[in-house]
């Protein structure tokens, strides 16, 4: 009888340890954990979230000159011939208006409809908003 019950631990034991790597290789590869550790990921990730430190602003005048780069930018993609014109254009707008909410936020200008930076790129109207309220503010690029 001793044999039949250091068999079924011991099968027993494998089975979790195999269980339990697929899991961790699941884990590793796809970002998402089974369910054995979705509770020390998120251990892990609010750990993480403490240590990391406070985000610094970035300087106003750093923002201006971000946004003059990225204007002139535009301004030379839309007067090329490279292919893919229109997603090097779209990328641009998108980064300038990313920038453009940054700059507003970290000079406190409030920007009428201005929603998630995630949400870029802004409509026209948005955008025209946000820089005429920079430079109602006395904010130059």
Same mark, same amino acid.
């Given at each position: 009888m001793m044999p039949l019950a250091e068999y079924l631990v011991g099968? @027993?034991?494998?089975?979790?340890? %195999?269980? @339990?790597?697929?899991?961790?290789? %699941?884990?590793?590869v796809t970002g998402r954990p089974k369910r054995p550790f979705v509770r020390l990921a998120q251990r892990i990730e609010a750990e993480r979230e403490r240590r990391r430190p406070p985000r610094e602003p970035i300087p106003p005048v750093l923002l201006g000159l971000e946004l003059r780069r990225l204007g002139a930018e535009m301004l030379r993609i839309d007067d090329s011939d490279l292919p893919a014109k229109a997603m090097r254009l779209r990328a641009t707008t998108a980064a300038y208006d990313y920038v453009l909410l940054e700059c507003c936020r970290s000079l406190e200008?409030?920007?009428?409809?201005?929603?998630?930076?995630?949400?870029?790129?802004?409509?026209s109207d948005q955008r025209f908003t946000a820089e005429s309220s920079l430079l109602a503010a006395g904010f130059t690029w």
């Amino acid at each position: 009888m001793m044999p039949l019950a250091e068999y079924l631990v011991g099968s @027993t034991v494998a089975v979790t340890v %195999f269980y @339990t790597a697929v899991s961790a290789l %699941f884990w590793a590869v796809t970002g998402r954990p089974k369910r054995p550790f979705v509770r020390l990921a998120q251990r892990i990730e609010a750990e993480r979230e403490r240590r990391r430190p406070p985000r610094e602003p970035i300087p106003p005048v750093l923002l201006g000159l971000e946004l003059r780069r990225l204007g002139a930018e535009m301004l030379r993609i839309d007067d090329s011939d490279l292919p893919a014109k229109a997603m090097r254009l779209r990328a641009t707008t998108a980064a300038y208006d990313y920038v453009l909410l940054e700059c507003c936020r970290s000079l406190e200008v409030p920007v009428p409809d201005a929603s998630d930076p995630l949400s870029t790129p802004l409509t026209s109207d948005q955008r025209f908003t946000a820089e005429s309220s920079l430079l109602a503010a006395g904010f130059t690029w």
